[in-house]
């Protein structure tokens, strides 16, 4: 079976009163964009909805993927579940041909999956903010253990355990989501959907391992996990990495070898920590616990003098959509827990209210008039970029009660900054962590070489953006983790050598370090973000080591002085824009190991371009996936004219970007979707006819075609993306025509 497009579901719940059949009475949440509020998976899209007669919130669940037995297999699981009463589980009713869906596929009604919305942040995005707060670590171990006690007490089991299936809500309670591979008494027998998450799941688990017992080992680590970095968190920021905690597969399978397992000797202290040790390495040993106790998953409950669960920074859309609004026009959240956000044009002196916990990320972001801020001794968190481009601002002064620092609040602000918090080192006009395993924010302007201390584990994320000054920055083997754009714009920065201890390194890591003539990967490093090096003017030559096995999107564009790049055999995935405009890169040759481009990686590059990879076809300068049915990246900049072969069923994103040669392209009627920027500064580009067969045509896809006149687009196509044809030179008629049938945002 055919499942639509999540652009052609989208417009389906926009009418959702007409194309939802029993569960009509429900409305999508709209987004900060006028959208239906959503999410998005592998093979699903979520839709937030509400029964506005209750008040009430659903998460509605479209599928965009065959996936066999599917059907058979909710109608089972909805069936067990509704025997269920638990926080630790949610509703789910199946409900065959429920939306109908305007779109290409043989079907025009499709299944939903309806589910009670939980409010909150998932475990993984909790541990990321909070991993360094005793209280709220310890506490998230104990309610992950009665948890696991439950759950290992039922007869069915979820089958993919994993911090993002796990949500937490505002009061610490936790629930369990995404259910397509759970196990329920009736199945017995049957074969698994899915063998889980590997970093997660028993290594030698197979299709055939579909029990009660599936979720053993996943609980086990992750209890472990959570215990470990309650007692030394530095452990995630050794040894964890962003989709993952402590351990990697590598580890279970190894576990001799394994120097995550070698470290966590040293907590055999602590009598919980030794029996969740001891049911880690039997679930190892076994892949299951059926002759263990569930209750020895629930440790000790945690007595602490100050218990603060929800150091979160991030607000909520629910906060931000209830907030209380102060006579000075800054948002509270309704609990007056939180500070969400101040207007950019305030101006003068601003006392946070008393009773305020959390500054949350960017709250007085671009403040540009804000003269001085006072915060009060009842602020125990402060957010990401706080304080970003407050200008005028002179001093901050960080209270005794601050415990929790996310990012870095003084990101492009150059003020006096007084540290009276014993949670934090600041000297030499350098803030870290109490035990300096963290460089939060480097302020010293004057400095032109820094040698980072050895007992830094973690760069945090925006850590020395900025800062100008700075020719030479030295990298100790201590360092695991470099932060998102952790040296962005530090424009004088020439030569970087990253250890052989950095496992990670953030998106934007080094974007824009215009000086940059040199960079060495080591080969601990297994992925390179999004923008690592976008706008490295100056960078020649970059060695990728064999560990790497993706290369995010736009990593090298604007790398102008790139010569050579070699791409290992190593590489899976290379993303969008990963090469464009390297002016001065003479070629690139895609391993035989890749078998993932999403987006156009090389627009406006003009080199030789060589394929290995059996996963594409290469040919006359033009990149397809292997059937031929997407194009990944048109280069012929000689064609003025070129036919689309029937084979293609979508153009994809950017995919004939920037192709200045082109006057006329005929698309065939095998074409269904037509990518975002797809055909974006195809200057010469006159004329477009659209065939009926296609449906959706993304944001940008036409912009700046200066010198494109005409364009037919038939009835079949149901959504056009914002600014899709902005900056072209329609006549005011036509213009005119296609505002009245799609919106001014197609200019726009």
């Known amino acids: 079976m055919q499942y639509p497009l999540i652009s052609e579901y989208v417009k ?116 990321a903010a909070n991993y360094h707060n005793q209280s709220a670590m310890s506490m998230l171990c104990y309610r992950f253990g009665k948890m696991a006690a439950w759950l290992r007490s039922q007869s069915f089991a979820h089958g993919d355990v994993k911090p993002d299936n796990i949500i937490i809500s505002p009061d610490g309670s936790l629930t369990l989501v995404d259910y397509d591979g759970m196990f329920v008494s009736s199945m017995k027998g049957s074969k698994s959907p899915t063998v889980g998450t590997k970093d997660f799941c028993h290594p030698l688990r197979t299709m055939d391992d579909f029990d009660e017992t599936i979720d053993d080992f996943s609980l086990a680590s992750i209890a472990l996990s959570l215990k470990a970095i309650s007692m030394k968190p530095t452990l995630l920021d050794i040894y964890g990495a962003s989709d993952r905690l402590l351990f990697s597969e590598n580890d279970y399978r190894n576990p001799s070898n394994s120097k995550v397992i070698s470290a966590l000797q040293g907590l055999m202290c602590d009598k919980d920590f030794c029996t969740l040790y001891s ?103 402060i957010g990401d970029r706080a304080f970003c481009g ?26 006096k900054l007084e540290c ?74 020439t030569e970087v050598v990253i250890s052989n201890s950095v496992t990670n390194i953030g998106k934007g890591a080094f974007h824009k370090c215009e000086s940059l003539t040199d960079v060495v990967i080591p080969n601990s490093v297994t992925s390179i973000g999004d923008r690592t090096f976008f706008g490295c003017s100056s960078l020649t030559e970059v060695v990728i080591p064999n560990s790497v096995t993706s290369i995010g999107k736009g990593t090298f564009a604007n790398c102008s002085s790139l010569t050579e790049v070699v791409i290992p055999n190593s590489v899976t995935s290379i993303g969008g824009f990963a090469f464009m405009k390297c002016k001065s890169l003479a070629e690139v040759v895609i391993p035989n190991s890749v078998v993932c481009i999403n987006s156009n990686s090389f627009i406006g590059w003009n080199g030789k371009l060589e394929c290995l990879s059996p996963s594409f076809v290469y040919e006359d300068n033009i990149l397809f996936n292997k059937d031929k049915s997407r194009i990944i990246s048109f280069r012929n900049q000689k064609l003025t004219s070129y036919v689309i072969p029937a084979s293609v069923t979508r153009i994809g994103e950017f995919a004939f970007s920037r192709c200045e040669s082109l006057t006329e392209v005929v698309i065939s009627d095998s074409v269904t979707s037509i990518g975002g920027h797809a055909f974006s500064r195809c200057h010469s580009l006159t004329e477009v006819v659209i065939p009926d067969s296609v449906t959706s045509i993304g944001d940008g896809a036409f912009s700046f075609c200066e010198s494109l006149r005409n364009v037919v687009i038939p009835d079949s196509v149901t959504s056009i993306g914002d600014w899709a044809f902005s900056y072209c030179s329609f006549p005011y008629d036509l213009k005119q025509e296609l505002i009245s049938r799609f919106g001014e945002k197609i200019f726009r």
């Not at 609990?335 to 500054?359: C, H, P, Q, W």
């Not at 200008?391 to 609040?409: A, F, H, K």
């Open 279 to 381: 049911l880690f390495m039997l679930a190892l040993a076994r892949k299951e616990l059926s002759a263990c106790s569930f209750r020895l998953f629930i440790g000790e409950k945690p007595i602490l003098s100050v218990i603060n669960e929800d150091l979160s920074t991030n607000p909520t859309e629910e906060e931000l959509k209830e907030a209380l609004v102060d006579e000075w026009g800054v948002k509270y959240s309704k609990d007056g827990r939180k500070l969400l956000d101040v207007a950019l044009n305030f101006r003068g002196v601003y006392s946070v209210k008393e009773g305020t916990k959390i500054i949350c990320d960017m709250a007085f972001k671009s403040c540009s008039s804000l003269a001085e801020v006072v915060i009060p001794n009842s602020v125990t968190s």
């Open 12 to 127: 389906a719940i926009q009418d959702a009163a007409d194309n939802l059949d029993k569960l009509a009475y429900l409305t999508p949440v709209l987004d900060d964009h006028g959208e239906p509020y959503r999410s998005s998976g592998a093979f699903a899209v979520v839709f937030k909805m509400q029964d506005k007669s209750t008040g009430k919130y659903y998460a509605l669940k479209c599928f965009t993927e065959e996936q066999e037995g599917r059907a058979d297999a909710y109608r089972q699981i909805a069936d067990e579940l509704d025997m269920v009463d638990s926080p630790y589980i949610t509703s789910v009713k199946y409900m065959e041909k429920e939306l109908f869906v305007d779109s290409q596929c043989e079907e025009d009604e499709f299944p939903v999956l309806l589910m009670d919305w939980v409010e909150g942040e998932t475990m993984e995005t909790y541990i």
């Open 420 to 493: 009276l918090s014993p949670s934090f080192v600041y000297e030499d006009n350098i803030l870290f962590n109490k035990d300096k395993s963290r460089i939060i924010s480097f302020r010293n302007q004057k400095l032109t070489s820094y040698v980072i201390p050895a007992s830094v584990t973690r760069i945090e994320e925006f850590a020395f953006s900025r800062c100008e000054s700075l020719t030479e920055v030295v990298i100790p083997n201590s360092v695991t983790n470099i932060g998102k754009r952790a040296f962005a714009n530090c424009c004088s920065l």
């Open 390 to 415: 407050c200008r005028s601002l002179t001093e901050v002064v960080i209270p005794n009660s601050v415990v929790c620092i996310n990012g870095n609040p003084f990101f492009d602000w150059n003020g």
